[in-house]
Each structure stands twice: as C-alpha cells, then as structure tokens.
C-alpha cells in the first residue's frame, strides 16, 4: 500500500458533517500519512481548526479567503483574523487566489485579496495555496510578487499551462494534482511528466472531484491513492515509489514535521 499526504481536503464543509470521524479513518487505511484541511473561508478555517485540534499529528490547516468570496474580504477586518490562525497553528495561508471563469468576485477585488494574503504569508513566515483559473497572466504576476517577498506556494488541483506550471516551478514553488487526472478527458500526460519528483504534491480536493470510478460521488482523502496510481503510471514509476517522494515533499512544504506530523 502507497503512502501518501492528502495536501488539499475540505474536511471542514457540511458535506463531512456526519461522518468526519470514518473519513478520517479510512484515509489512515488507504494510506494517509497525514491530511491538510483547507480553510477557504474565516469560517471554515475555524472549523479546520477544531478538527485538526481533534486529529493532532494526522490533521493539519489552513486558513485563507477563496477568490470567490474576494468581493466581501476587508483587509482590515479580515488579516488579522488569519494573523490569529497563521500564529496559532495553520500550516499556510489560502486557500486564496484568482478565479476568472467564475468571476464572482470583481477581478480588482480578487487581486487585492491576494495581494494581502501573500503580503501576510511574508509577515508570518507562511506558504501559500493557490487557486488559480483562467487568470494566468495576473497568477505569473502574483507568484512575481511572492517570490520577491521571500513566499512559497502551490498552484493547487492544476489544470492550467504547460508555460504556467514553469513558472511557477522556476520561482521554487510545488504543483498538486487531484482526481482530474483520472479522468478520460485528461490527456496531458506531458504535464503530469513536466513536475518535477521534488516539488510534486497530491490531493482530493474533496468533497470535490472524485478519481475514476467515484467519479460523481462526494470525494473523500482515501482516494487519493487512485490519483497517486495514475501519476506513478504515467511518470514511469511506482506508487509506493511516488508517494514516498510527494509525503517528503508535503512535509517539507508545509513544514508538518516541525507542526507534530509524525
């Protein structure tokens, strides 16, 4: 059995509300060394917190503002906020970014949502996870301004271009697939190639997205290692091989082994 770090889990949305507890379990039984909860909301980071209070060693958090909900982010009100959180145990800031296809937050307003997040990474010594869609020339943009303060982030559940994910493996920073890469209309295995073993993380990005053949059922982290088989066959390699590589990688990025993660 592979191991593997689920680096992008929405453990803390309603959807999980009943059942967290087997959740948790199974991921520890397909091979989960250890799960990042995403905290896409102040509200939902409260809730990543409590449980990765209720998982220590196992669950880890985030705290952030999704690009969505930029048009309701007040710096003032809100940064100190994530300050709290930053400094009381998440492992990054975000999930945070810039969503064009969407666009339910003015383009302007998603930037400077950004804009403040990475500035905070800096402050507090914090990566960074990014969502990033349709807005390729303001994300370079931004991993430009994050570089120059000395910040670290991971394009996360990537999609984008080849030009894309260069860039931002240029500037030093981590690329994470998720169950996309199962599917049929995947066929960019050159990309799942470019990454490389280094700077490679995995994730469900659940209640999201769930790898073939859960595809259309709510996601969970145990399938994961339907996402890692996928990567290791294209890439040439095992699961086992990979997903000791993209645990040490998740590790390192977010700085687990130093937060208790055994």
Not at 163 to 186: C, E, M, N, P, Q
Request: aromatic fraction near 8%.
């Amino acid at each position: 059995m592979a191991s593997f770090v689920d680096s992008h889990a929405h453990l803390a949305s309603q959807e999980f509300e009943a059942d967290v507890d087997a959740v948790v379990e199974r991921a520890r039984l397909s091979g989960a060394r250890a799960v990042v909860c995403i905290g896409e909301s102040l509200r939902s980071a409260e809730g990543a917190a409590a449980l990765a209070a209720r998982y220590p060693g196992f669950l880890s958090y985030t705290a952030g503002v999704h690009p969505h909900d930029a048009a309701d982010f007040d710096a003032e009100r809100d940064i100190p906020l994530l300050r709290r959180h930053a400094l009381g145990g998440a492992v990054a800031i975000g999930e945070c970014g810039l969503d064009y296809h969407y666009d339910h937050s003015p383009r302007d307003m998603q930037r400077a949502a950004l804009d403040s997040q990475i500035a905070l990474a800096a402050e507090v010594g914090l990566p960074v996870v990014i969502h990033t869609r349709e807005a390729e020339p303001d994300t370079v943009a931004a991993i430009n301004d994050a570089r120059e303060l000395g910040v670290l982030g991971v394009l996360h559940c990537f999609t984008g271009t080849e030009s894309l994910a260069r860039h931002a493996l240029d500037a030093g920073w981590y690329v994470s697939f998720s169950g996309i890469v199962t599917f049929r209309k995947w066929t960019d295995t050159a990309l799942l190639r470019l990454v490389p073993d280094d700077r490679l993380l995995v994730e469900s990005d659940s209640p999201y997205l769930a790898p073939v053949p859960h595809r259309g059922k709510r996601n969970e982290p145990a399938w994961v290692s339907l996402t890692l088989a996928r990567l290791a066959e294209v890439r040439g390699t095992t699961a086992a091989e990979l997903g000791e590589r993209t645990v040490a990688n998740a590790f390192t990025f977010f700085g687990l082994a130093t937060s208790g993660t055994p």
